[in-house]
């Protein structure tokens, strides 16, 4: 009998979308047929990326269509409407967790799955961890005894809280951070030891943020499950993650890591009294190893086949879907089942009513308005990037001076927020759109494009950092703007020569095609402004900022050095060039003054204070403000090529779609051997950086870790 094969449809092209097309794609019987999404950009993107041959915009559309099963990407509040009407047009249903808000329509949903004879399965990922499945089983074996204590913990770190976008669903609401990351734990409880009979909360350590809303960083729930006590910890403070389940049982203690797909099982090792702790230690120490070798060979394994398992998170969605779909026909694992789903978001539920609403709502303060407020007068000053690191600054800059300014975002909720109290005028659109930007010029003498792109491919640069520049440029020509101000890159300098000087009319990289994708597409858009100006009059000024700094940028810089984590770093070169720092209010006052220079037009500028402080110098302070000692380690550009290099063989090998050529000139550039020189900027544009070590090390060190650390 042949195998039955699914017609499947994806429901939201967000970032979670990546996991479930490639666990998809690994399953013989599914075929990924369709993806929909509210911005057809994204669901294009997606639908290239994985093959995908139709491209919805709407629900009605995908409900249209031949799918049999649909994957429910969609943001938590969402969830709920989406899923009946899959339900009740006879679809079969994979929703990502939560399940939803409210535990009285998630039982109605599972019912109506039921009477349907339809599948609805929620998506509790790490329940499917190979790591977990051996801890269920040592549990079921009885090698655990019965079950006094779990322990769950999340302890990682959320940078929505340190960096936003703080319009983001999660934080909008107090209780919001505990639906979208408690499902996790509650999911090992209810797993583990049931449906707690009575639960403790405390909620602590509030931080309130931009748009007036207050979230929990830390968590503690308390709850007794049949006389097994269980605790769960939840914390997204900055420190180093702790993602795992303790369990103290009457044979044995277990310990298991999902965080990185450890699982140990410790228990009286059977030798005298004298000896025990040797080998009951022996034993656990062979445990770690042998799961080490098995996650590497893993990893690898899954790497060459380009599958989904490369790391712990994609093998914990793969195993989850695969379960899903084996289940499909016949009986679902109770684990992902619409009634455990419903158990879960009931659990939560009872957390977060436990929340003490006096402490979790803000005071009301008419004063603050967390909006952008009315120009000063008519926007003669169009800024893209405004709500970026850099351009945030320079729109505080441009406005503290009485000028009208108009902002190009992608999303007004979060440009609302990045600059919120100050009187600019904010135009959504898509900046490759010729009418957008044509109605977002009009009036307009000065253009600041202060914007870039990211990507894994350099076809992405291409299309959305090279063909959006030419574009906006094309248009600034059409409305007669008198300047246009780009800010481009060092990374585009080859600066590994120690005794070169580079100044703002240094050539950029001769090699810069075997350069980074971010240099490359740089140097690139510079080139054909440069060829616009030259053949079409185009008022180009052009800015090259150094390794910026300085508060709302995370203090691991990767301009230092390779962050491994907060506390890991493997430096540039030795360490020990002064590099090309720059606080970031002095590359907004550099631009600010470009405003009304005279003459500039066709200068390049070099935005770096003078040599101040090396990396390790760097890496010192940080240390000493952080009070967490940091640990580089030099590291020859020929040791992180040689990396690389193997890397990209194994990509070329199996025709991975993001392989590159590894350049040994990229990597050796990032020591910044030679000395900049921004001299001409400061003669130019009177421009005065902070030009002390001191200032470097309050603005660029002090002030980022305590704003990163609040």
């Known amino acids: 009998m042949s195998q039955r094969n699914w017609k499947v449809g994806l429901l939201g092209a967000g970032f979670i979308l990546k996991a479930h097309a490639k666990a998809l794609k690994a399953l013989p019987?599914?075929?990924?047929?369709?993806?929909?999404?509210?911005?057809?950009?994204?669901?294009?993107?997606?639908?290239?990326?994985?093959?995908?041959?139709?491209?919805?915009?709407?629900?009605?559309?995908?409900?249209?269509?031949d799918v049999e099963v649909v994957h429910v990407l969609l943001p938590p509040q969402l969830h709920g409407s989406a899923t009946r009407a899959l339900l009740e047009s006879g679809r079969h249903v994979f929703l990502e967790k939560p399940m939803g808000l409210d535990p009285v329509e998630c039982r109605e949903l599972a019912t109506l799955a039921d009477q349907r004879k339809l599948k609805l399965g929620v998506n509790h990922n790490f329940l499917f961890l190979p790591a977990y499945e051996k801890l269920r089983r040592d549990r079921a074996d009885g090698l655990l005894g019965a079950l006094d204590q779990v322990t769950?913990?999340?302890?990682?770190?959320?940078p929505l809280i340190q960096f936003g976008p703080y319009n983001n669903w999660m934080l909008r609401q107090p209780e919001n951070l505990f639906f979208e990351l408690g499902p996790h734990l509650v999911a090992f409880m209810a797993d583990l030891a049931g449906v707690p009979d009575r639960l403790s909360v405390d909620a602590f350590a509030p931080i309130d943020l931009p748009g007036g809303s207050r979230v929990f960083r830390r968590w503690h729930v308390h709850g007794d499950c049949d006389g097994v006590a269980v605790d769960l910890n939840l914390s997204v403070k900055p420190g180093y993650a702790d993602r795992s389940i303790s369990i103290r049982g009457h044979g044995a203690t277990a310990r298991c890591d999902f965080e990185r797909d450890v699982y140990v099982r410790d228990e009286p090792s059977g030798h005298a009294l004298l000896f025990d702790n040797y080998f009951s230690l022996r034993n656990v120490a062979r445990q770690i190893a042998a799961n080490g070798r098995?996650?590497?060979?893993?990893?690898?394994?899954?790497?060459?086949?380009?599958?989904?398992?490369?790391?712990p998170f994609g093998t914990s969605i793969a195993n989850s879907i695969r379960t899903?779909?084996?289940?499909?026909?016949?009986?679902?694992?109770?684990?992902?089942?619409?009634?455990?789903?419903?158990d879960v978001i009931d659990i939560c539920a009872r957390i977060t009513s436990q929340l003490d609403t006096s402490v979790s709502s803000l005071p009301s303060d008419p004063g603050r308005r967390w909006q952008v407020q009315t120009p000063l007068q008519r926007p003669t000053v169009l800024v893209i990037g405004g709500t970026g690191f850099i351009g945030r600054?320079?729109?505080?800059?441009?406005?503290?001076?009485?000028?009208?300014?108009?902002?190009?975002?992608?999303?007004?909720?979060?440009?609302?927020?990045?600059?919120?109290?100050?009187?600019?005028?904010?135009?959504?659109?898509?900046?490759?759109?010729?009418?957008?930007?044509?109605?977002?010029?009009?009036?307009?003498?000065?253009?600041?494009?202060?914007?870039?792109?990211a990507g894994e491919r350099w076809d992405d640069y291409v299309r959305h950092d090279v063909a959006v520049t030419r574009n906006i440029a094309e248009q600034a020509l059409a409305a007669g703007v008198r300047r246009?101000?780009?800010?481009?890159?060092?990374?585009?300098?080859y600066s590994a020569r120690e005794g070169d000087v580079i100044t703002g009319d240094?050539?950029?990289?001769?090699?810069?095609?075997?350069?980074?994708?971010?240099?490359?597409?740089?140097?690139?858009?510079e080139a054909l402004l440069k060829e616009m100006e030259k053949e079409r009059g185009l008022p180009l000024v052009i800015f090259r900022p150094g390794v910026v700094i300085g508060k709302g940028c995370p203090p691991a810089h990767w301009g230092i050095g390779m962050f491994q984590s907060e506390t890991r770093v493997q430096l540039w070169g030795d360490g020990s060039h002064k590099l090309p720092l720059v606080l970031v209010e002095d590359v907004a006052d550099a631009l600010l003054r470009a405003h009304d220079a005279a003459g500039i037009e066709g200068g390049t500028f070099l935005l770096t204070d003078v040599p101040l402080l090396s990396g390790r110098e760097y890496v010192d302070a940080l240390s000493r403000v952080s009070g967490t000692q940091v640990r580089a380690e030099p590291t020859p550009a020929w040791r992180v090529f040689l990396g690389d290099l193997v890397k990209e063989t194994v990509k070329h090998a199996i025709r991975h779609p993001n392989r590159r050529v590894p350049s040994?000139?990229?990597w050796d550039s990032r020591s910044h051997r030679a000395r900049y020189d921004a001299a001409k900027t400061r003669e130019v544009l009177g421009w005065q950086p902070a030009g002390s070590r001191e200032a470097l090390i309050e603005r660029g060190i002090v002030a980022p870790v305590r704003d990163f650390m609040r």
């Open 29 to 65: 019987e599914v075929s990924l047929v369709a993806v929909c999404d509210l911005a057809e950009e994204k669901a294009r993107e997606a639908a290239t990326a994985f093959g995908i041959p139709q491209v919805f915009t709407s629900l009605e559309q995908l409900l249209a269509s």
């Open 664 to 666: 040994y000139r990229d």
């Open 484 to 493: 246009f101000i780009y800010t481009g890159t060092i990374d585009s300098y």
């Open 393 to 453: 600054y320079l729109v505080q800059g441009l406005t503290a001076q009485g000028l009208g300014v108009r902002v190009v975002t992608r999303g007004v909720g979060s440009a609302q927020l990045a600059l919120a109290g100050l009187p600019v005028e904010l135009a959504p659109g898509d900046l490759a759109d010729p009418a957008f930007m044509a109605s977002a010029l009009a009036g307009i003498e000065v253009v600041y494009h202060l914007a870039k792109a």
């Open 506 to 525: 240094t050539p950029l990289d001769p090699g810069i095609a075997t350069r980074n994708h971010y240099a490359r597409s740089k140097a690139t858009c």
């Open 152 to 158: 769950v913990n999340w302890l990682y770190p959320l």
């Open 294 to 311: 098995r996650n590497l060979l893993s990893s690898l394994a899954a790497t060459l086949r380009k599958g989904p398992g490369a790391n």
């Open 324 to 342: 899903f779909y084996a289940g499909l026909a016949g009986t679902l694992d109770r684990r992902l089942s619409g009634h455990f789903g419903a």
